[in-house]
């Protein structure tokens, strides 16, 4: 199993230009989720979905959208970039049922700097 | 917004020396979760607690589940240098699935 893979690692954007960030799971999973780690404030929920189809809101989710077409992948969408999106963010993916429930998986991460 | 608090926010320690960092909760947790974020890396789980008292260790490393099931503690002990990193503490309130991270303890570890 590959786990939770991320691309890009690296972006840099400049204000106004969109771009999506692609997370991908091969462990089945049906809960996945977006983070974003700033300095100090540890990782913030930003969108989840608990399986094909739905979505919801997390903690920060104004300026990014979220589909979840297949169980594998759940792509982030950043429509017009700001500076304050700037950050590292990270996918996870959980099962919601069996011993390793509420138990995360993270990816590796993308760092991206809007200029 | 975040329910955790999680301290100490950073600690400076030599090799060698025992390690103690907590979170607390305002709302009841039915898991706790404690994670270990290298540089440059994602959070990678360490130890998952399930129930109120519940005492686990994973090599040097030991979690306690709160019997308030509002706070968690984590110990390292005889720190070496690859324990440096961030670690989180996180769980899902009480009837919730959604897991809320702390801010983080990180750690620097002096040879």
């Known amino acids: 199993n590959a786990g939770v893979t991320q691309t890009p690692k690296f972006q840099v954007l400049k204000t106004g230009q969109s771009m999506t960030l692609q997370c991908a799971q091969d462990?089945?999973?049906?809960?996945m989720s977006w983070y974003r780690q700033d300095p100090g404030m540890g990782l913030r929920l930003i969108h989840y979905?608990?399986?094909?189809?739905?979505?919801d809101q997390g903690e920060v989710p104004n300026g990014y959208n979220v589909s979840r077409s297949t169980t594998e992948d759940f792509p982030l969408r950043l429509l017009s970039a700001a500076p304050s999106q700037t950050s590292v963010y990270f996918c996870?993916?959980?099962?919601?049922?069996?011993?390793?429930?509420?138990?995360?998986?993270f990816g590796p991460g993308t760092r991206l700097t809007v200029l | 917004g975040q329910q955790l608090n999680q301290s100490p926010q950073s600690m400076f320690i030599q090799e060698g020396e025992d390690v103690s960092m907590n979170c607390t909760s305002s709302?009841?947790?039915?898991?706790w979760l404690w994670y270990k974020q290298d540089p440059g890396e994602g959070p990678v789980l360490l130890i998952a607690?399930?129930?109120?008292?519940e005492l686990t260790s994973n090599g040097r490393l030991t979690a306690q589940f709160g019997i308030t099931r509002k706070d968690s503690f984590l110990n390292i002990s005889a720190s070496i240098p690859s324990d440096v990193g961030i670690y989180f503490c996180?769980?899902?309130?009480?009837?919730?699935?959604?897991?809320?991270f702390g801010r983080g303890t990180s750690l620097i570890v002096h040879p």
């Open positions: 709302s009841i947790f039915n898991t």
């Open positions: 996180a769980g899902p309130p009480g009837g919730s699935y959604i897991p809320t």
């Open positions: 462990m089945n999973h049906e809960y």
């Open positions: 607690l399930y129930k109120a008292g």
């Open positions: 979905s608990v399986g094909a189809g739905i979505t």
């Open positions: 996870a993916s959980t099962p919601l049922a069996g011993g390793e429930a509420d138990t995360q998986y």
